[in-house]
């Protein structure tokens, strides 16, 4: 079977740091992706990682160790609008295969 | 822009209909993808497809059926509605081998 493990909430402030933890258990892995979804909204794709180590898109970093099997994604200098869910999933690289998801971490951030 | 379009924002259907959900994409998109999501659960996935007439059960299949018959639609089939099937319905697509999924705007199912 496939697992994922992401915490459910995490809440900052304006301007700061944050790292979305996810570890994951599966079958077979071919790459760990990342998802956005505001309320009321579709989720949005964010990244993707195959291979370890660490991809930067602006604002956002994730990163992967096949190793551990755990990755995380870091949102750096955090604004109101990034209040959203958040999640990680797994899967995504041969037919047949299809990603598979994380509950989600809702991120809350204050002024 | 890829666009995934979903039939119906909001739906409401009484217990024992049959409902179809529609979606079609763009994008020549080879896999097509059904989730539902409930609060606290995260999305799960129904069914999928990676080909026209290809499909594969996801983890929560039961209660569900679903066509491709086309490369660009992939329908969603409540045999006989449940009020437990209450939910908001995700279709997706992505090119095959692809960790990036393109999901269309979702409909809220309401079963009575």
């Known amino acids: 079977g496939q697992s994922l493990e992401q915490p459910s909430e995490v809440t900052a402030v304006e301007g700061a740091i944050v790292q979305i933890n996810c570890t994951y258990q599966?079958?077979?892995?071919?790459?760990l992706s990342w998802y956005q979804q505001h309320d009321g909204g579709a989720p949005t794709f964010l990244s993707y990682?195959?291979?370890?180590g660490l991809e930067e898109t602006g604002r956002f970093s994730s990163f992967l160790s096949r190793s551990d099997s755990y990755g995380y994604l870091l949102l750096q200098e955090l604004q109101m609008k990034d209040s959203a869910s958040y999640f990680c999933?797994?899967?995504?690289?041969?037919?047949?295969?299809?990603?598979?998801f994380g509950k989600g971490t809702t991120l809350s951030v204050s002024s | 822009d890829v666009k995934v379009t979903q039939s119906s924002r909001y739906l409401v259907k009484r217990t024992g209909e049959k409902v179809f959900l529609e979606c079609v994409q763009d994008?020549?998109?080879?896999?097509m993808f059904w989730y539902r999501q409930d609060p606290g659960l995260g999305l799960r996935l129904i069914y999928f497809?990676?080909?026209?007439?290809?499909?594969e059960k996801g983890d929560i299949p039961e209660g569900y059926s679903v066509s491709r018959e086309k490369k660009e639609r992939f329908s969603l089939i409540l045999e006989s509605a449940s009020t437990n099937q209450t939910s908001m319905y995700l279709c997706?697509?992505?090119?095959?081998?692809?960790?990036?999924?393109?999901f269309g705007p979702g409909t809220r199912l309401t079963v009575t």
């Open positions: 599966t079958s077979g892995f071919y790459g």
């Open positions: 994008m020549d998109h080879e896999n």
């Open positions: 997706a697509s992505s090119f095959l081998g692809s960790g990036e999924q393109y």
């Open positions: 990682n195959a291979l370890d």
């Open positions: 497809s990676y080909d026209v007439k290809m499909k």
């Open positions: 999933a797994v899967g995504g690289d041969q037919a047949g295969t299809a990603l598979i």
